[in-house]
């Protein structure tokens, strides 16, 4: 599996937007990039995915660099409750079905 | 709430026991998949089956196996537990084989003294 790389940790304010970043230097044409959450106390949770073209849901943007080597998951409005761990996982589409969790972006929301 | 239900929430054990956990997928999922988390190891996808087939193995262990029965629960059974066992155990589902979004229970909590 392609490897992702992200920040152990990031802060960011109430309200305001955060971008978390994904680096995949190693991506395939048929990885799509998929981000996944897990908070407290919970299991994880779907966020968002995407192949080429950003995408937009009513969670979260997706925005892919031009070369795919890179990605960033954009929260508009953080609030309390998206503070979790953001996992950034590369997925072949004619590869397993299984979901693999690097370590993820420990994000922190401050009031 | 995901849809994905578990239970027990918490297990306490002893070491050389058996234990079982259940998890009841989604209304219609097919597939249903078991990670590990521990704090040394991260989550590790463990199984998969889909419609009551062993679809793809992860980094499971001998002593632990897992089965899907015909009205698509999934149990996972983990024998002669060892310490390094505790761990929190995620189910997990969708509804075909391939690529589709995963769907995450809350958890078995299992503490191995």
């Known amino acids: 599996d392609a490897k992702t790389t992200q920040p152990n940790s990031m802060e960011s304010n109430e309200e305001e937007p955060v971008h978390l970043p994904c680096n995949h230097s190693?991506?395939?044409?048929?990885?799509?990039i998929h981000w996944y959450r897990q908070l407290p106390s919970q299991g994880p949770e779907y966020v968002i995915h995407?192949?080429?073209s950003n995408v937009n849901n009513r969670m979260a943007s997706l925005a892919i660099a031009e070369d795919r080597k890179s990605s960033t998951l954009i929260l508009h409005r953080a609030t309390l409750r998206d503070a979790a761990v953001y996992y950034c996982?590369?997925?072949?589409?004619?590869?397993?079905?299984?979901?693999?969790f690097g370590q993820g972006t420990r994000l922190t929301i401050n009031p | 709430d995901s849809g994905v239900t578990q239970t027990p929430k918490h297990l306490i054990t002893a070491t050389g026991q058996r234990v079982t956990l259940r998890c009841s997928p989604r209304?219609?999922?097919?597939?249903v998949y078991w990670y590990q988390q521990s704090l040394d190891q991260g989550l590790q996808f463990l199984i998969q089956?889909?419609?009551?087939?062993?679809?793809a193995k992860g980094n499971i262990l001998e002593r632990f196996s897992a089965q899907q029965f015909p009205d698509l629960h999934s149990e996972l059974n983990l024998s002669s537990l060892e310490l390094g066992d505790s761990a929190l155990y995620f189910c997990?589902?969708?509804?075909?084989?391939?690529?589709?979004?995963?769907?995450f229970g809350p958890g078995t909590r299992l503490l191995v003294l």
């Open positions: 089956y889909y419609n009551g087939e062993e679809r």
């Open positions: 995407g192949l080429t």
């Open positions: 997990a589902s969708s509804d075909g084989p391939h690529q589709e979004t995963q769907y």
């Open positions: 190693t991506i395939s044409g048929t990885d799509y």
């Open positions: 209304s219609g999922d097919l597939s």
């Open positions: 996982i590369l997925r072949d589409v004619a590869g397993a079905q299984k979901l693999v």
